[in-house]
């Protein structure tokens, strides 16, 4: 029986019933089938949430073992490990223990070191957008001088200055927006699409196989 | 080194300087540059503006705390003018730290004592949905379902008297979301803005923008408000100056340092080919 439930066919024709118990509710009308349907999305749903304890596990088990092994900076494995816990403990769901995300000390490491972190992490952006332009951003060709041109616009465009000073940055802009970059993102989101269609039905027919044990037989 | 290289090679260290002097200069001494409204900041504040009275709104967080910066502002002056009009609020979150932002929100806003809403009939938090579309899917199908207490006093969904006609997604009439991001506005045209024909209008972060132009031409987005810049339009129309006016001073100087950047590299390039062909 184990060697049944081993074999690569399992997985895969699950993967088939689920999708297309997704897919067929959107041509027909079956009653039955959109039960069903309904029941698998909400299925997906309590496994989504237990990929999320998953998740952590796996990352105190890979960390552990960096520390374990000492490998290359398994200091700061140590720091990764101690602020799961520190912010896991007091948000265990348990909110007649005075724990969950009403906790004050929980409440304090979210406002006063994780929100402001994670801005920090975007607004670095801003260093680095402004070196990658004045780098990368040079006229070596007629191709190259058109992108260059049309991004000094569109950043004129968005600068509140800029548009004060110059109003006809704002048509220009507008226009930029409106016309060649609604091609070009079309063009990618409809290419896009094809592509996933194409996934889909490899996967439907058992083709695609890189979501299982890596594309491995076994 | 001639001169000419020097300008294409400025040490990346006085570039992160002049950028750190740029930003943080206008934030600690605001200039007071002037700022013109846009047609993107005007549509989506009158896509609002316009909806009747008693009509049910939905909010979602579709982004994280890291970019707040950018979208915090907006959503703080979308409450704003949702909780100043006659309006049901229901609030979700496809992105887990959604709820957490919320609190800031009303810590802020204070909508019981400011805007005279009462939580349960007039707005109610229903917090985090997981699974991504997937999750959009059957919150569409069966709202009291999918999310079966609310988040901040931990009650049955169904309990509440603002939830005894939303039960589903044809029961919502407007979907605001701000985003960063996957899940985000390709998944609700998906799930809801098509299947349900449920009106949408978005907040994004400015890079975001070339890939919703598409959903917006169609017609499938009503509004977009792009950025900090038109936060800071959108505060100028609702005449509540907020934390984007505050910041787009910081974005103008910000962005004539790159366009300045960008002249001065190419500059030297072009003097130092010209002086390689002579």
Redesign the interface.
Known sequence: MAEILRRIEVPIGITIICTLLQILPYYFNIPPLLAVS?LF??W??L???WA?FVGAVTLMIVHSKNIQQQKKGWPLSIIVIGSIFLLMLPGLPL?EMGLG?KNAFF?YL??YV??PL??T???II??F???A???A????SVEAFLV?FA??LM??K???????LW?PF?PIG?WI??VP??A???AV?IGAAFGAIALAVRTLMGSERGYLRGGREE | MSAFEKLQNIDLRWVYLLVWIAVLGPLMWPLGLPVTVGRDSSTYYNYINDMPDGSVVMFTFDYGVSAMPELFPMTVATFHQLWSRDFKVVVVASWVDGPRIMNMVMEQLKPEQNYQKVYGKDWIELGYFPGSEVGMAALAKDIHGTLAVDYIQNKPTSSFPIMQNIKTAQDIDLIVAHETGTPGLPEWVRQWVTPYDIKMIVGCIGVQVPEVAPYLQAGQCKALLPGLTASAEYELLLRRPGIALSGVDAVSMSHILVIALVVIGNVGFMMARGKRGS
């Open positions: 309904d999305r909400r997906m749903l496994v989504a949430r999320t909110p995300t409440d979210f406002t994780y929100s994670g801005s992490m975007y607004s801003a260093f957008i402004t070196s332009a004045y780098r951003f040079r006229a070596r260059l991004g000094i950043i004129a968005n600068a509140p200055i800029m548009t004060f109003p704002v507008n927006y409106d970059n609604m070009t993102m079309r989101i």
